[in-house]
RNA sequence: GGCCCCGUGGCAGAGUGGUUAUGCAGAGGACUGCAAAUCCUUGUACAUCGGUUCGAUUCCGGUCGGGGCCUCCA
């Protein structure tokens, strides 16, 4: 079966055709590195470990390309501000980064690059672009000459006049088209800069992720992904550099965006100051609790952020590590491929919102069979189709018992001298014992087994 | 103003031209000393108005409502 996914270039579902199926190319826009990520930052990054993780199932080779923008007028300004190095800011929130992620349960990409080590090639594009006529150094700038394209903007869908009609700011005076954009600017003094041919400056906005997507995969590649906002101009402008700079027909064949996470129905972001960083969820949630909570609306569709969605993802996962749980006992089968159904749904342009109804239909199965070979199954089910969504990996037990601050030696005398009490057939003494376990935040569970127990 | 997207049962959220999504919550039952966990049963859902059709929540058009981009933004 095919995998498809929603193109922004033809809005359309289409069938995915790497360029080279032996070995599949991908490039994710990264975090600008100054502050800690929100969960509005996160989305993508989940989304496409997601993607990533079903690209390695499908083919033998993928490269995962996600940068990291460690230049940026946002970072100077904040540096500054800190009263401290941009090496020091950029390092130590590169570093906060890869936690936060790696707590939502992101596997690493396979090439992280930083901008500021691709400044030569961002130099090198810019000269092909003057050479090709794309370009043009004005006033200490370089300019991106938009006319000199003339399918410019058939991503995003607006063209060149209905930019200027809609433009909200002024345009600067060395512009010759009101669209042109900015390749390089000068640097002052007491901001980064590289040497360059139009004197000290630093790469606009745009240029470094077409210079870095040509390094680490070439000219024409597989995937691009981002948020919606990178559409335009961020995205737009990309392709413009890229195919203008080496004359091809794609930047990248299909072009992924991914919704945005709302809080109370208006986008995350910085600029309303409604966000919340990863890191403050994750002091009061263990992360594949936001992870679930990110994937359980489609990648397309917009994600609301809530307490109550937060309390959901957790209660799906109980039910999916009691199933688990339950079934201690029982063999799964390991490094098994994930079922057909949840496949499917992940074929059909990522669907892991059903993905994740096949994984709780497995544990239905799991509670309910008594067969032994069919229990194997829906274990295997749900650890395999786990494993593809980056989900259910970690042991029942220390998903139930692990978090806050509760003395396991303290809670097995108690439901030792519960079961002494219980046996005596004094249940008062017994419900007692459970009660007070259950005010400091433990339930007990009496199973054939025995009595377990877990966080409430 | 231009360009996009969305509107599903109490909530979250898939999907489909005619037949059960799934999970949570609620109700009833089984099991249990009582619970918990689990299982079983249980819900006249598809913004609105037209059109196409034998038949539309699903296709087309209008209306209303919500959101996004056009400036930094995942």
Known sequence: MDLKITNTLTREKEVFRPIDPS???????????????????????????????????????????????????KINARARENGETIADLTERTAAQYHQDMAALGALPPDV???????????????????????????????????????????????????????????????????????????????????????????????????????????ETFDIHGGGLDLIFPHHENEIAQSRCAFGTHAMANYWMHNGFVTVEDDKMSKSLGNFVTVREVLADWPGEVVRLLLLSAHYRAPLDFSDAGLKEARAQLDRLYQALRNAGDV???????????????LLDDLNVPLAIARLHEAAGRLNRASDPAERSAAKTALRAGGALLGLLQ??????????????????????????????????????????????????????????TWKRG
């Open 23 to 73: 070995h599949v190319r991908v490039y994710v826009c990264g975090p600008t590195v100054y502050d800690f990520a929100h969960v509005g930052n996160a989305r993508p990054v989940v989304v496409f470990d997601v993607l990533a993780r079903l690209l390695r199932h499908l083919y033998p080779r993928v490269t995962y390309v996600r940068n990291i923008t460690d230049v940026d007028d």
């Open 112 to 218: 992280e690059p930083r901008a500021t080590h691709h400044i030569a090639q961002m130099i090198a594009l810019i000269e092909r672009l003057i050479a090709n006529g794309h370009a043009y150094a004005a006033d200490g700038h370089v300019l991106f000459a938009v006319p000199s394209m003339p399918d410019y903007g058939r991503l995003s869908r607006r063209d060149r006049d209905e930019l200027i009609a809609g433009a909200r700011v002024d345009v600067a005076p060395y512009k010759r088209d009101p669209a042109d954009f900015v390749l390089w600017k000068p640097s002052a003094d007491d901001i980064p800069g590289w040497d360059s041919p139009w004197g000290r400056g630093r790469p606009g906005w745009h240029i470094e992720c077409s210079a870095m997507s040509w390094e680490h995969l070439g």
């Open 331 to 345: 063999p799964a089968a390991t490094a098994a491929p994930p079922s057909g159904d949840l496949m499917a749904a």
């Open 394 to 451: 970690a042991d029942p037990e220390a998903w139930f018992q692990g978090g806050g601050d509760l003395d396991p030696a303290e809670i097995e005398r108690l439901i030792a001298a519960r079961a002494d009490a219980r046996k005596a057939r004094n249940f008062a003494e017994a419900d007692r014992i459970r009660d007070a376990l259950k005010a400091k935040g433990v339930e007990l569970e009496d199973g054939p087994q025995g009595t």
